[in-house]
């Protein structure tokens, strides 16, 4: 066990020598013990050979960053000890959402990559990344609504009564203005047009799917919470496993965000041209907040109600 803090003062070696060093003192670190780097510049190259060289087996967290001296803290990983996702993250601390989209993360819809997974397909640097999280923990700030926490018969009737009636309410209007405003601007602006057949696919692809879970799904999540409860026995089912709708609504889940990310890249992220009128503005303000509760919708099914939902199938044999 490690009992005293482990430092490497890298100043006093040869350049040619730095990493092999490091390498070599990291290599002799057991699982849970860490190696603190000083050096006179930003190891940053450093993180990027280590993944390269040695995989997914270390955390790494700035002490000092200069800007005369870096201090580094490299963690080697016990056995078995795994990267949360970015669903995980923010199922467990929602304010961690919004680096996640400052950043173009998909912590819904795309919740089961990791952030090195996610922050290596996007070109993103994953030590800023995650430096922001670890600033987040620091940060006292008033807690989000403890979704994680709550029963699943609750949240399924929160999704419904908040995010669903917020889609049944909202995508009405949005589908009206896209015709009004494609069909008054649609011929100095032709992206309206794609916009237009978009939102009509939303429209048709968010009433088929919110049904689905309103009538099947959720009603079956709402009888295993209740069997728990009570310690009865959950009758039989004609899809099988709740593995087989949550398959299906996590499909769609990603069908309508791919279409959202279409719209985004259409309207260069809700860019307003010089002569749009208020309803084309209003139409963009509205689909830019629709997308924001998409989101957190999307985020409350597929990284807390779903995997809590078949969790509790098995539970339940």
């Known amino acids: 066990m490690q009992t005293t803090e482990n430092i490497l003062d890298v100043t006093t070696l040869e350049p040619r020598l730095k990493h092999p060093t490091i390498f070599n003192r990291f290599d002799m670190l057991s699982g849970g013990e860490s190696l603190v780097i000083h050096n006179d510049h930003d190891p940053k190259p450093l993180y990027y050979q280590m993944l390269g060289e040695r995989g997914n087996i270390f955390n790494w967290e700035y002490l000092e960053q200069g800007p005369e001296w870096w201090k580094v803290k490299i963690s080697k990983r016990s056995l078995g000890e795994t990267d949360e996702t970015l669903g995980q993250i923010a199922a467990r601390d929602l304010r961690k959402a919004s680096i996640f989209k400052k950043y173009g993360l998909d912590f819904c819809c795309g919740g089961k990559k990791t952030v090195k997974q996610a922050c290596l397909e996007k070109g993103i640097d994953v030590v800023k990344v995650e430096e922001e999280l670890r600033e987040a923990d620091r940060i006292p700030s008033s807690r989000p609504l403890p979704y994680n926490d709550w029963e699943l018969d609750f949240l399924s009737d929160y999704i419904v009564n908040t995010h669903h009636a917020y889609v049944q309410k909202n995508l009405p209007d949005i589908r009206a203005y896209a015709e009004k405003v494609a069909r008054v601007h649609g011929g100095r602006h032709p992206e309206l047009l794609d916009l237009r057949q978009i939102v009509e696919q939303v429209y048709h692809e968010m009433s088929s799917h919110m049904a689905k879970e309103e009538n099947v799904l959720f009603p079956y999540i709402k009888k295993m919470a209740a069997a728990k409860k009570n310690n009865q026995l959950v009758g039989g089912i004609h899809f099988g496993t709740v593995q087989n709708p949550v398959n299906m609504m996590e499909m769609e889940h ?28 209003l139409l963009y303000r509205l689909l830019n907040e629709f997308e924001e509760d998409l989101h957190l919708h999307v985020h409350l099914e597929n990284n807390i109600l779903f995997p809590k939902a078949i969790q509790l199938e098995k539970q339940l044999g």
């Open 254 to 281: 990603e069908s309508v965000g791919n279409e959202l990310a279409r719209l985004r890249s259409l309207t260069n992220n809700y860019a307003l041209p010089p002569d749009a009128c208020a309803s084309y503005s």
